[in-house]
C-alpha cells in the first residue's frame, strides 16, 4: 500500500488560558456550577477562537485540511497555518476579541499565553496523529514559556514577518519543564483597556541589553552588584547573584541581566540602581524609554 504521508511546511499556533485550573475549579466548586457551567465556560473560549479563525482566513485561498483549528483544548487549542502570515493575523484578531471582552463592566479578565512555530511536519489522513513533527513539542514549550498576555515565536516565525511587525518583537529568556534555558522572539499581545496608564514593559533586545550590561560593568564592580543583590532580597525576592555562572566579571554581568529579565525583575533592580548611583541613572534613562 503506498503511503499517504507528506512533508509540509507549517505554522503552528498554541495558546492557553492563564491561570485556567483556578477558574476551572471557581465555576466547579466554589460557585457549585458543575459540568454545565464549564461547559459555558469553554463554550466562550471556543466560540471567540472560531470567529477570529473564520475572520482571519476569509478571502484567503487555503487548503482547510492544512489551515485549521487543529486540536481544540478546554483552555484554548493548537491551529496550523499554511503561511506565517495567516498565523500572526489569527493571533491578532484573536487578541483583540479578548481585549474587546476583557472591556465589559464586572466581568473577569482573560489573559492568554500564545506560542508559534514554524517547520516541517509530517502530514497522515489515515491516521489518527494526521500531524506528527518536532515542531508540535516547540511550540508548546514556547506557549508555555510565554509571559502572561504574550505571543513568543521561534527564529524561522520571527524571519517570515514583515519589518514593521518585527520591530514589535524582541528578544526573551525563558526556562523550559528540564529547567534549560530557552530564547524566543516575545510581544505582548494584549492590552488590558480597564487599567489607566498601564506601564508597558521594556523590551530588551540584543542592542539595549547590552548597552545595560557595559553600563553596569563601567559604573559598578562586581562586588557592588553582589552586594546590592544581598541587600535587596526581598525586592528581587531572593539573592539574585547566587544563580549566577560564568568565567569573568563581564559574563557574570551577562548572566544576571538575563536571570533578572527572565524573572520580570529586572524594573526592580533598575530603580534600586538608579536610586543608588544618579550616574548610572542618567546613563540608562535612555533605554527605559
Known sequence: MASTSTNINLTVVQLDLVNSSKSFQAIHTKYDFGNAGLREFIKQIEEI??????????????????????????????????????????????????????????????????????????????????????????????????????????????????????????????????????????????????????????????VNRQQLISILDDVFTEEELQTICINNQKKLKGNPYSKIQGNTPSARASYLVDYLIRKRLIDDFLDILCQKEEYFADLVKPLLK
Not at 466581568?107 to 494526521?130: C, E, K, L, M
Not at 525563558?174 to 499581545?189: D, L, S, V
Open 49 to 206: 477562537i472560531s470567529k477570529a479563525f473564520q475572520k482571519s482566513v476569509k478571502n484567503r485561498d487555503i487548503k482547510h485540511h492544512l489551515t485549521k483549528i487543529e486540536t481544540p483544548m478546554a483552555d484554548g487549542c493548537r491551529l496550523t497555518f499554511e503561511s506565517v502570515e495567516n498565523a500572526y493575523d489569527f493571533v491578532k484578531i484573536f487578541s483583540q476579541s479578548i481585549d474587546e471582552r476583557n472591556q465589559k463592566t464586572g466581568i473577569d479578565q482573560w489573559s492568554f499565553r500564545i506560542g508559534a512555530a514554524t517547520d516541517n511536519v509530517n502530514y497522515d489522513p489515515s491516521r489518527i496523529n494526521q500531524m506528527v513533527g518536532n515542531i508540535l513539542m516547540v511550540v508548546k514549550e514556547l506557549e508555555t514559556g510565554a509571559f502572561p498576555g504574550w505571543l513568543f515565536i521561534d527564529e524561522t516565525t520571527y524571519n517570515g514577518l514583515s519589518q514593521d511587525i518585527q520591530n514589535k518583537f524582541s528578544q526573551q529568556n525563558f526556562t523550559n519543564k528540564h529547567q534549560q534555558q530557552k530564547n524566543a522572539w516575545g510581544c505582548p499581545i494584549f492590552v488590558n483597556s480597564n487599567v489607566e496608564s498601564q506601564p508597558q514593559p521594556i523590551l530588551w533586545n540584543d
